[in-house]
């Protein structure tokens, strides 16, 4: 049988054809190719954020307070700190959320590795076009125009919720409805029990990014 080619395009654009080649394969390739290629541009992406400032809003109080040398440590810090950030969160998302959904099922791991590629690349496209609109409107990641984060804003000053609600987002809604198509496609599971994986990962996402958004890591160094 021949080899399943692993091109994340065409299982974004034509999702049907790719999960049922995908299904049906015996054997999903090199995977670890395009798993280890995705998670260095996670790393160059937060990398790129990080250069032009965003999400180092605390450094603007630093620029009055510390020296200059002391300044341009903290900022390569957290430029150091947004690049290993960005490795790790693209090996959670491949990893731990491929492990969730094999865990449930009887697939393969691989086949949900091959579906968190496209998740991931998902995400990323969602990163790579917030530094431009950050740059050019001036907001933070809480108020991106991509997620809820701004409407939350208008009803509550509660950081937790805001955090919660700016964590969901368009791009991710987007990436929630390829998991649905994937899972629902690969496996033998109900509609209910692959909409009730996909929004318990989630949900367990959005939940630790409002935990982590809240603490002030910024006082810890």
Known sequence: MQQFQIRLLRGLRRPNDYIYDLKNTESVGKVW???IALILLSGFVSGLSAFFGIGGEYLADELTKASAAEF?????????GQ???GFFYGAVILYLSSLWFWSMTDTGLRKFLVMQLIV???????????IPVSLLLGVPELSSPFSFGPIAQSLTNNAFIVNF???????KLLAMWIQYCYVRGLTEKSRAIVLGLVLGLNLLYWLFTAVFSIIHFENII
């Open 72 to 80: 341009e440590w903290k900022k390569l810090l957290f430029l150091i």
């Open 33 to 35: 190719r395009h798993v």
């Open 165 to 171: 609600f700016s964590a969901i987002t368009i791009f």
């Open 83 to 85: 690049v290993l950030w």
């Open 120 to 130: 991931l690349l998902v995400l990323l496209v969602e990163k790579l076009l917030f």
